[in-house]
């Protein structure tokens, strides 16, 4: 797996399946140093959380466990395979985040199951976590709208919103997740937990097995959508060295004096407004959250056509 534009190798999928469903965690000596997959991929997130995918090389990650390059091939083929098993680790995580959700009275179907690798992810490295505060708190008003009843939220709603900003969150700590491609889905034990989650989120709801299939897959587009432009307002910060509220309150004024009123009316009137209340252009962070609960809506009433719901 390979950046956006870049061609990937035929892969053995025997080969690539083995090695995401198998045990990451058994070990052997390398001279002073105890190696094993698990250890490799912590120590690749680890660098991808800092320098991005691109910058990710076998040599790098060896250099960073204190071995050898050719000892990592003892235990993964080579990068694209590196990062496959990187990309199913981060969705172990979202998967067992939502373990103390299923279990507080989520009532819909089984937890999400043990992601292999637990432990493997690395901390979100300095500039990717720039804009992983942002999610924190986005959404935390999503479950609200549409499919209550009497103010309480029906357990659909709140289980496939906590999964969907679990999502967002990973994606924004883990920046790289959005500049590999996407055409092809990740077939390891994380991955398919994740799903396991995402569908247990809604199941007897009412909806039909494809219909909660195009449910997950429609949260997944928009959590990526969102992740990404909140990352790409971290790295505006950080090449810029300006804020969204800076950069805004620097062109405000200016767009102002040039923008024709007269010919703009319901932009000038709407963007004045949005600017005052975001303090920017946009804010990538409560778009995602102002897009989950308008998802989450229209799931609502899907599920009311149907005359079921929990």
């Known amino acids: 797996m390979r950046g956006k534009n870049e061609k990937t190798e035929p892969t053995d999928p025997a080969r690539r399946l083995g090695l995401l469903w198998g045990d ?6 390398r001279g002073k140093h105890e190696l094993n997959l698990a250890k490799i991929v912590a120590a690749g997130m680890a660098l991808a959380d800092e320098s991005g995918v691109a910058a990710l090389s076998m040599r790098k990650v060896a250099e960073r466990l ?6 990592l091939y003892t235990y993964v083929p080579g990068k694209d395979d590196l990062i496959e098993v990187m990309v199913d680790t ?8 939502g373990l103390a959700d299923n279990t507080a009275g989520a009532g819909a179907g089984a937890g999400a199951g043990a992601g292999a690798g637990a432990g493997a992810g690395a901390g979100a490295g300095a500039g990717a976590g720039a804009g992983a505060g942002a999610g924190a708190g986005a959404g935390a008003g999503a479950g609200a709208g549409a499919g209550a009843a009497d103010g309480v939220e029906p357990g659909w709603r709140r289980r496939l919103g906590a999964v969907a900003r679990d999502s967002f969150q990973a994606h924004v700590a883990h920046a790289w997740l959005l500049r590999l491609p996407t055409g092809r889905a990740v077939l ?4 398919a937990a994740k799903y396991e989650r995402e569908l247990a989120a809604i199941d007897g709801s009412g909806l039909s097995d494809v219909e909660m299939d195009e449910v997950v897959a429609l ?3 928009h959590v990526v959508s969102s992740a ?8 505006s910060l950080r090449d810029s060295g300006m804020t969204e509220e800076q950069w805004w309150r620097a062109h405000a004024p200016l767009l102002a004096a040039f923008a024709d009123r007269e010919r703009f009316p319901t932009a000038a009137r709407v963007g004045a407004a949005a600017g005052r ?4 252009a946009y804010a990538p962070d409560g778009g995602f959250a102002f897009g989950l609960a308008r998802i989450l809506d229209g799931v609502a009433l899907l599920i009311d056509a149907r005359g079921a719901g929990d």
């Open 24 to 29: 990451r965690t058994h070990s052997a000596r």
């Open 66 to 71: 204190g071995v050898g390059t050719m000892s």
């Open 90 to 97: 981060v969705y172990a995580e979202i998967a067992e985040a």
């Open 188 to 191: 390891g034990p994380g991955a």
């Open 219 to 221: 949260i997944g587009g």
């Open 228 to 235: 990404g432009r909140v990352v790409e307002a971290a790295e």
């Open 277 to 280: 209340d975001h303090g920017a």
